[in-house]
């Protein structure tokens, strides 16, 4: 769709104070928010959204939309003004009721809040890193389904940032990335208005952007006045010409703005970034723009002007006829394209599930969890072409690869990327694909260096969105590289982070469920911990599958059990061999495996309660920090871990060394057993 006319330059100027008397006035009333920026970035919205952003305000779930991310997400009010302008279900009453209880105009934009609002940003730099990977699923999926003379997917991913945004590392980490990939629909608006929240910003950011951004591989044009709309229109058109022939970079365009533009004595200072205006101030620019409309009313030219709706709906009808045409012609490729954006499993994969456990049951030898879930793989991505792999630079030591991968490279479509060593960029960009829809994304690091992406996990977790973090060497089991690289205090602090199911199986079995269970889940994230470490088959039978299902199921028992010993992944086995030498001596325990512990939260009380009864004393026994377990075993229970650092030895002589054995399991269950028959006499 060509860029639509530009308005006459008098109702542009109007169009964009809208914005900024909507925004003054929304964190006036809330006293609370930030003007600055909508204040600055009035004429790039209006250019931005007026003049080229192709969208249907009645369907904001449009596949073929372009993707409008504002990665600078304080800017809140901006992207709320745009929306109940353009004419999406965001009545006047909403913006009224900005920062309020209950209200879809949440502080900092949130998806699945607000209709139009593709991404929650706020945490700042996340968002261009997860408008890159709305740009690679853009990019992979135009590859995979469009035919010729069939383009159905063919859509820009534009993007808002700020000073802020270009600080935060991870903004080099998906930049260089998008560079390197030619993601060349992804067109970014700098707000280059020399201020963050200390002041002016030659104090701690004097950074050439531009030469950086042309260093990536980025088409850069620089030094466009952000206040010139027809500058920043022809800068818009430039990019979108250039990406459409092909040219292979991603656009940067550098807006010199003033932030706060439109106040007479607060503009270009950092005052007006992140508090309201007050009375009198909000006066002063209304008269200094000349804006005669009362707070919340917007003239009937100006509104008309912004309304989108029917624009919008003959957009998605045109791309609707375009598609119908491909249906006829591609029938099989029509259906799987709308399966794929739908986050629908196929068919086959439920249908082929049950014959797939029972092979991996069946699979008697030790065998690393990670390199089990690397089976699982081989099993699942051929059922699954949505799967969209990777790893950041440790392909061959998560064994995120499955066979007959295919590495996306410059130019070449694929199912499976390297990050290379970016851990946050990868978990950012992978919660940009999941929103675009059409992809599951996974990635693999070790898992101490969860905490690099741990913003964006979270990230995924409050966006609810289905991506697989897949965390190997996940504990001392890792051996010789030492302490730098010993999980011990990541497994329990990811299983604080809402949302988010966190699976730590024990064997091949376990591991192929853990898989099933995260590729199945739509609602939210999964961490998949694994060894490194080669660990016994212990679940035989896929009967067993339902119980881990559930979380966690009881895996052996005894009559009249006198304890629980609790475990997870590669310690279940030291559970195991506790129970049997305690069953040597007369002692009866019960062994259940959690592998996650989030979903067996969320089973019912009686199942959790007849899987660990509460009237059981219990020892739990797992290669972290100890203190999460004292949820499960309680103050009197005892819990075999690591409230320390490890070292750098055999991973056998570490297990020794730090007391995790199946000796001091066996013993934490007499002392209990003691303790017991002390209490009962
Ligand atoms: C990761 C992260 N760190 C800190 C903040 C708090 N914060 C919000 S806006 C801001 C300054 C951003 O400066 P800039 O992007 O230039 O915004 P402007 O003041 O120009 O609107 C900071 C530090 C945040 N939102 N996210
Ligand atoms: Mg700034």
Partial sequence: MPAAAPPAPALARRMADAIRMLAVDAVEQARSGHPGAPMGMAEMAEVLWHRHLRHNPANPHWANRDRFVLSNGHASMLLYALLHLTGYDLPIAELKNFRQPHSRTPGHPEVGVTPGVETTTGPLGQGIANAVGMALAEKLLAAEFNRDGHTIVDHHTYVFL????????????????????????????????????????????????????????????????????????????AARGQALRGDGRPTLICCRTVIGKGSPRKAGTHEVHGAALG???????????????????????????????QSGAAA???????????????????????RRMA??????????????????????????????????????????PECFGGSADLTGSNLTHFEGHVKAGRDAPGNYLSYGVREFGMAAIMNGIALHGGFIPYGGTFLAFSDYSRN?????????????????????????????????????????IPELDVWRPADGLETLVAWACALERRDGPSALVLSRQNLPRLAA???????????????????????????TGS????????????????????????PCTSVFDRQPQDYRDAVLPPALPAVAVEAAHPDFWRKYVGRDGRVVGLARFGASAPAEALYASFGITAQAVAQAVRALAAQGAREAA
């Fill in 343 to 384: 986050g629908d499993l196929p068919g086959a994969f439920a249908a082929r599930l049950p014959a797939l456990l029972e092979q991996v049951a069946a699979r008697a030898g030790p065998v690393a969890t990670r390199k089990a879930s690397q089976q699982a793989l081989d099993l699942l991505a051929p059922l699954l």
């Fill in 279 to 309: 009375a009198a101030e909000v006066a002063a620019t209304r008269a200094a723009l000349g804006w005669e409309a009362a707070p919340f009313e917007v003239p009937r030219d100006v509104a008309d002007a912004w309304d989108a709706r």
């Fill in 456 to 496: 964006a996990i979270r990230m995924a977790a409050l966006m609810r969105q289905r991506v697989i973090h897949v965390f190997t060497h996940d504990s001392i089991g890792l051996g010789e590289d030492g302490p730098t690289h010993q999980a011990v205090e990541q497994l329990p602090s990811l299983r604080l």
């Fill in 541 to 567: 039978h896929a009967a067993l599958a339902g119980g881990m299902r559930r979380g966690g199921y009881v895996l052996a028992d005894a009559a009249a059990p006198c304890a629980v010993i609790v475990a």
């Fill in 571 to 594: 310690e279940l086995m030291l559970a195991l061999q506790a129970h049997e030498a305690l069953a040597r001596e007369g002692i009866a325990t019960r062994v259940v495996s959690l």
């Fill in 316 to 338: 998605e009808a045109a791309w609707r006829g375009h598609f119908e045409a491909y249906r006829r012609r591609y029938p099989a490729q029509a259906a799987e394209f709308e």
């Fill in 162 to 237: 700020g000073d802020g945004c270009l600080m935060e590392g991870i903004s080099h980490e998906a930049c260089a990335l998008a560079g390197t990939l030619r993601l060349s629909r992804l067109i970014a608006l700098y707000d280059d208005n020399g201020i963050s929240i200390d002041g002016p910003v030659q104090g701690w950011f004097t950074d050439d952007t531009a030469a950086r951004f042309a260093a990536y591989g980025w088409n850069v044009v620089a030094g466009v006045d952000g206040h010139d709309a027809q500058a920043v229109d022809a800068a818009v058109r």
